[in-house]
């Protein structure tokens, strides 16, 4: 197992050279440079199981199948005498195929579809019980403690739970990144960056625990990062990374994390499936755990309007569905991001229903409103712009947290004035804030979670070529024209160039810029066109003063020149419109 493998290390490894952060296998070997970094809290997972046990009667058949490990070390916690027909069996002697196989036969021959069968061992043994319960169509409750499933299975055709410390949703510092990566991947390959997205987190860690400290050897670096790790304590600094978050206490992170899922039939297309967050949760706080209620959104965008890169405003029509224990939802979730500038929210109720989940009531709500946005100009009029709606639950201790939008469920169809839609994105914007408490100015740092739904537009260009493009291709056209004139025609030629000049700079006052005023792509290109004309005017009158045969060899080098200035130009244009630079961000 990688516990083994991680204690063989560490008994092999100079502890004194080298700082180590691992996961597991940390349980015999204590040294000031070892880090423990799990962040999985199996206190909190046996609760979960325990309160997932109770919906049965005490007769009910549930085998827990395990390694002899992890939550099998306290399984009379959920395992109790009061459930009469439960069985623990230990699969860590079985590591071979054959072997496993022969001892799974007749635990699955014999699995009724009112059975509960919980799984807290790896991929080797709960691959052959999934594929088993997909191919028969067995409704078997299964609850899963351990290992990853994305892209090992095309669908889930039985009741699945599986508890994890493992968001499934993603943080948006982390998607940004791929998406400025720019590299072509597949939902799965996602997945698997996710999964060892970890691996990025250590150096940023590192980084900021050593950010104001100075050393001269390797010795005084580890003392000081070792201390700089256990200052972000939780409460006066927490360590937020792309996608995870740390702090420490006696160098063990103690932010732990616990997530339950379950897997919607509805949502399973196309040989993949889709995990939503399980409508009761249960979150490690601290030294105990709570119970925490999921509140579900969902957005149906109708039309998009009025998206204003000046003042940085967009308007909206939409949808608004909200599954909820609570009355009158809208009360109880901020939208972060409505327009000041142009302040408008208007929602009437269409209808409210009981979903058939006790204490579930199911809302639609038909919205009108003005959000704000980061406008990127940079790029105009062939820009890119990224539209969100942030949201957030008002008091979480109070009415629970709100579930991202899943991408499946995103809205990717919908009208947009003067835009074509790019792509959606869905996540979690994540900030860390320092907190000032009572007269004395306390301080205290916590972390802020908004979920995020976005889409990325890109500005049809069409009307704007029309009015700009077509007239600077004929002043072009006249600029060049003139290098053929010849030296009895100077008089004619400059005039020509003048008239091109002036016209230019009618066009560009003409045309619709972003406000604030900034250096946009269409100003560049007017500026090319100033400089290209400008040089022309100042050569052919300079050539005009000299003899006839070096005006002849001026306008041959312009003739050469201006074709490939320009083609320079526009390979200049289209790298700049493609920069990641000059793409918005999503968080």
């Not at 997972?45 to 309160?51: G, P, V």
């Not at 919980?118 to 403690?145: A, M, P, S, Y």
């Not at 900021?208 to 070792?226: E, I, W, Y």
Request: hydrophobic share 40%; proline share 4%; charged share 25%.
């Amino acid at each position: 197992t990688q516990a083994a493998l991680n204690e063989r290390l560490f008994e092999a490894i100079d502890l004194d050279a080298y700082a180590i952060f691992a996961a597991s296998g940390l349980n015999r070997v204590k040294h000031p440079n070892l880090f423990n970094i799990s962040r999985v809290s199996q206190n909190t997972k046996i609760q979960a199981t325990r309160s997932l046990l109770e919906k049965y009667d005490q007769e009910t058949r549930i085998l827990f199948l395990h390694d002899g490990r992890r939550t099998a070390e306290k399984e009379i916690e959920f395992l109790t005498p009061e459930l009469n027909n439960s069985r623990s069996i230990n699969f860590s002697d079985f590591q071979k195929e054959g072997d496993i196989r022969r001892e799974l036969g007749d635990i699955l021959s014999d699995l009724k579809n009112d059975d509960v069968l919980i799984l807290d061992v790896g991929l080797r043994v709960f691959r052959h019980i999934f594929d088993h319960l997909n191919e028969t169509g067995k409704q078997t409750q299964v609850i899963k403690l351990f290992g990853s499933i994305e892209g090992r299975f095309e669908r889930i055709n039985f009741p699945l739970v599986e508890i994890t410390n493992e968001n499934v949703f993603p943080y948006l510092d982390l998607a940004d990144l791929i998406r400025r990566v720019d590299i072509p991947s597949t939902p799965i390959e996602m997945e698997w960056i996710k999964e060892v997205s970890w691996r990025l987190e250590i150096p940023l860690l590192v980084a900021h625990a050593t950010r104001n400290c100075s050393f001269v050897d390797r010795p005084q670096l580890l003392a000081k990062m070792g201390a700089g790790l256990n200052e972000i304590d939780g409460d006066k600094d927490i360590f937020v990374g792309k996608q995870l978050a740390y702090a420490f206490r006696e160098n063990i992170n103690i932010l732990k994390t616990n997530y339950l899922y379950q897997f919607p039939a509805s949502l399973q297309h196309n040989n993949t499936f889709s995990k939503l967050f399980c409508p009761g949760q249960y979150y490690p706080h601290q030294d105990h755990v709570r119970s925490i209620t999921i509140n579900f959104v969902l957005i149906d965008v109708l039309r998009v309007s009025n998206i204003h890169i000046g003042n940085g405003t967009w308007g909206c029509e939409f949808y608004l569905d909200i599954v909820t224990p609570h009355e009158d939802p809208l009360q109880i979730i901020n939208f972060n991001n409505l327009s000041s500038v142009t302040p408008k929210f208007e929602a009437k109720n269409v209808w409210r229903k009981k979903t058939g989940r006790e204490g579930e009531i199911s809302y639609r709500y038909y919205v009108v409103a003005n959000f704000d946005f980061a406008p990127l100009a940079d790029n105009y009029p062939f820009d890119s712009q990224h539209i969100y709606i942030g949201f957030s639950i008002s008091d979480q201790e109070r009415y629970g947290v709100i579930q991202p939008i899943p991408d499946v469920l995103l809205d990717r169809e919908f009208d947009v004035d003067g835009w074509t839609l790019n792509d959606a994105t869905s996540g979690i914007l994540r900030k860390k804030e320092t907190i000032f408490e009572g007269s004395g100015f306390k301080t205290r740092v916590e972390i802020r979670e908004e979920a995020r739904i976005g889409w990325a537009l890109g500005r049809k260009n069409s009307v704007t070529v029309m009015k700009l493009g077509i007239p600077l291709f004929f002043l072009l056209f006249l600029n060049y024209y003139t290098l053929y004139r010849g030296f009895d025609e100077i008089g004619g030629s400059i005039g020509i160039l003048t008239t091109a000049f002036l016209s230019g700079i009618a066009l560009y006052f003409s045309s619709e810029r972003p406000q604030p005023l900034r250096m946009t792509t269409v100003d560049l290109i007017f500026l090319f066109y100033y400089v290209l004309t400008g040089l022309t005017i100042i050569s052919t009158a300079i050539a005009s003063l000299l003899s006839d045969g070096f005006y002849d060899l001026v306008m041959l080098g312009l003739k050469l020149a201006i074709p490939i200035s320009f083609v320079i130009f526009a390979v200049y244009v289209s790298k700049r419109i493609k920069s990641n630079r000059l793409k918005p961000r999503i968080n």
